[in-house]
């Protein structure tokens, strides 16, 4: 009897603990309060909630999709060796390693920016006699230097450490968001756009940034939490579109049911609903206005990027949907609440400050 107790209590224990951790789950949070909401809407009302559709969201596109060719110089054994006198025979060598074509494009980007400041050097110097040599160094300095765009956006884009800020799993952890944020602001100013060199303290900082943005996930929870309100407003809408007017205020007056009903709007919508959506607004406006700027760091963009910004930020994409979708979801609460004479006024204005502007 005892160990059938003692067993039951274990079951219990593992069950209240798996519980516990699936609300402590970064983005569930968002799912209990649309369904909080959602429920009581859906009780007041007589209905029945919506089915859920699926999530319309867009996995950040893969490695391969992103990544931009980088064309590789090659010299002959005795032009590797006059390079001596340009201090350039180390780096050569570096690259051929198999550490050297392992490294990261970051990485790679500081190598090559290393390059071409010392052949510059060497070239301004006058250190090398041949001319063919001078010449092939002078085509090999131009050509690194057109790639350095493609080069700085594999170290941005096509990097696994922007896969893992962009990931969507319901698990995906914040962490510092407005840190990574600001990092990924300052990522998006290209150090190398109109044949500019980065400084050295610019490729310390694209590492730092990198490692800031590695320890979050706020990218891919910020447009989870975007998919998930358009849904959720979009079954909402539903809700309040089939309300019947005459059973919720015959002749125009509230009943118990339509005060109630204010109540959801005043204790639940505003207070934390639309909250909830007004402050993950003024994230994704940052992350929007960041991606707008990556995005013209090539041109023209990878169709894989582009298809998946667009799927988010466009004229038709979810943020513009979302917004739509909640200026009608305002409007159908006015509605339903003037045919009540419960319009709220004054200090309780109802409004869809959760709106964003995608023009920054």
Same mark, same amino acid.
């Given at each position: 009897?005892?160990?059938? /107790? ?62 931009? #060719? ?122 190398? %756009?109109?044949?500019?060199? #980065?400084?050295? %303290?610019?490729?310390?900082?694209? %590492? ?23 849904? %959720? ?22 009943? #118990?049911?339509?005060? /109630? ?100």
């Amino acid at each position: 009897m005892i160990k059938t /107790k003692n067993g039951v209590l274990i079951i219990i224990t593992i069950a209240l603990m798996i519980v516990t951790l699936w609300w402590l789950i970064p983005g569930n949070s968002d799912d209990a309060r649309w369904e909080d909401y959602l429920s009581r809407l859906a009780r007041l009302s007589g209905q029945e909630v919506p089915e859920r559709a699926p999530l319309p969201v867009l996995v950040y596109p893969g490695n391969r999709e992103l990544q931009q #060719p980088i064309p590789e110089q090659r010299v002959n054994l005795l032009e590797y060796l006059e390079l001596r006198h340009c201090n350039l025979m180390t780096l050569i060598s570096e690259r051929n390693s198999i550490l050297g074509k392992l490294q990261a494009d970051s990485l790679r980007l500081k190598h090559e920016v290393t390059f071409i400041r010392r052949a510059r050097l060497c070239l301004a110097n006058g250190k090398l006699d041949d001319a063919e040599l001078t010449a092939l160094l002078e085509q090999v300095v131009a050509e690194k230097q057109a790639a350095l765009p493609a080069l700085y956006w594999n170290a941005l884009v096509a990097s696994e450490e922007f896969r893992q800020f962009f990931s969507q799993s319901p698990s995906a952890l914040a962490g510092d968001s407005q840190a990574a944020l600001l990092s990924l602001t300052q990522l998006a100013q290209s150090p190398v %756009e109109n044949e500019a060199m #980065p400084s050295p %303290e610019q490729l310390f900082g694209l %590492e730092a940034r990198l490692q800031q943005i590695a320890h979050s996930q706020v990218g891919g929870q910020l447009l989870r939490r975007l998919a998930l309100a358009l849904r %959720e407003l979009e079954r909402g809408n539903a809700l309040l579109e089939n309300i019947d007017p005459v059973a919720l205020c015959p002749k125009g007056r509230p009943t #118990p049911r339509a005060r /109630k009903l204010r109540n959801v709007l005043d204790n639940i919508w505003g207070s934390r609903v639309q909250q909830a959506l007004a402050e993950a607004q003024r994230q994704r406006q940052q992350l929007a206005n960041a991606l707008a700027k990556i995005d013209q760091l090539l041109s023209p963009t990878p169709p894989a990027f582009a298809q998946w910004l667009a799927h988010y930020f466009s004229d038709e994409g979810l943020q513009t949907r979302l917004n739509r979708a909640l200026k009608h979801h305002v409007s159908l609460w006015q509605e339903r609440l003037r045919q009540c004479d419960l319009m709220p006024g004054g200090a309780q204005k109802l409004d869809d400050s959760a709106n964003i502007d995608l023009e920054g």
